[in-house]
């Protein structure tokens, strides 16, 4: 899914535009028990409630497309009886009022959601009448080119509020204040059908997850079924590995910083673009090229492209079935978006003892040089400068 497909379906979670007909819910306490559940036609809640749902889901629908927000693919034998997306299907189409297929969707959560604490499960139904829009992009809310049905669940970790004191209005005065338990945002969720070019996809799935370096392998390949995403800091790890294994010996300084800049450069070009920048084995062939790799040093570049992402697909989790017998995810070319393999607003030099981060603007102002006899990373300077707060001046 696009950013503009996201935005689409999380522009109808508002008074004025939502269509919600269901939301059924779970609390399970830190011992995996179920405690409470809630069944209710969502329009009924009321408004304040209302309100701090849509905020739960709108969040299930925020982040960065490839970091946050990730499309997943489900493998064709899921889609047969008895596997995932078509148990998520009956799931959708029985429009939340089975009982037992709601009270199954809730095991199989407890089941593989790794968390220690209290959370609450929220799951719910909506029925997008999708307006048809105009050859130059404008609405007709009269128009509709077809239903999009679909589930998204929410899991939102619980906690008590935090201690101190209040006011109480009837005595005047402060007492010590009640705690009670708090509903977060959401820590992980996904959009199933996914929502791609305006229609349903059924053979996709939206995940969503709070922390990018926690993507709760489990849940993903028991309860989902899709092939295990690559986290955003994997993905990074990943495109330095192939710039550290093409360059060798010749991985100098000038060469990187025009690595980044270039790529930079590259992401600011296409930051209205609606579709996710991801780079493909020839476009980091192309980067590396215009950033001054050597021809000799690009010889050899597929060898170590595949070598390098058949490491990053090897590594990634597997898990046990019933029988305890090892199943591995189907496996796939790592998808490598832009934005997570380098950071747009900041350049770093680190050694063991020292950190330096420059404007990625004026990346010029530092070098390398040998003075002395030693290697040396200069950092040219203006008359402003600040040494621990304090302006130094400069003799």
């Not at 060898?303 to 058949?310: A, I, L, N, R, S």
């Amino acid at each position: 899914m696009t950013k503009k497909d996201v935005l689409e379906i999380r522009h109808q979670f508002a008074p004025s535009t939502c269509s919600i007909s269901r939301i059924c819910g779970c609390y399970v306490d830190g011992d995996r028990k179920k405690v409470a559940t809630l069944k209710e036609a969502f329009l009924s809640l009321p408004e304040e409630e209302a309100f701090k749902y849509f905020e739960i889901f709108k969040k299930n629908l925020s982040g960065t497309i490839g970091k946050n927000l990730v499309t997943m693919e489900f493998p064709t034998n899921q889609e047969f009886d008895g596997g995932t997306q078509e148990f998520l299907l009956k799931l959708r189409n029985s429009k939340l009022e089975d009982d037992t297929l709601i009270e199954e969707f809730y095991d199989k959560v407890i089941e593989t959601y790794d968390y220690t604490g209290n959370y609450l499960i929220l799951l719910i139904h909506d029925t997008y009448d999708v307006p048809g829009k105009t050859t130059d992009g404008l609405t007709m809310e009269d128009a509709s080119d077809e239903i999009y049905e679909y589930i998204m669940c929410s899991i939102c970790h619980v906690n008590l509020s935090k201690a101190g004191l209040s006011y109480f209005d009837a005595e005047s005065t402060f007492h010590n204040r009640i705690r009670d338990w708090v509903v977060d945002m959401p820590d992980i969720g996904f959009l199933f059908p996914a929502f791609i070019e305006r229609s349903t996809d059924i053979h996709n799935v939206l995940y969503y997850t709070k922390k990018p370096e926690e993507m709760h392998y489990e849940f993903v390949d028991k309860l989902l079924g899709t092939s295990f995403p690559i986290s955003a800091e994997t993905q990074k790890e990943t495109f330095q590995s192939i710039v550290t294994e093409t360059l060798g010996m010749d991985c100098d300084y000038e060469t990187v910083k025009n690595i980044h800049e270039n790529l930079n450069e590259m992401i600011q070009e296409r930051k209205d673009s609606p579709e996710p920048f991801t780079l493909s084995k020839n476009s980091i062939k192309n980067l590396l090229s215009e950033s001054g790799v050597s021809d000799d040093k690009l010889e050899n570049f597929d060898e170590h492209f595949d070598k390098v992402t058949e490491a990053t697909l090897a590594s990634k989790p597997v898990s046990n079935d019933a029988s305890n017998n090892i199943v591995k995810r189907p496996e796939t070319k790592p998808v490598l978006y832009a934005s997570n393999l380098v950071n747009t607003r900041s350049f770093e030099v680190k050694t063991p003892d020292v950190v330096i981060k420059v404007n990625p603007e004026r990346t010029d102002l530092v070098e390398t040089r040998e003075i002395d006899g030693r290697k040396c990373i200069v950092i040219q300077i203006s008359d402003e400068v600040l040494v621990n707060g304090i302006p130094i001046k400069n003799k």
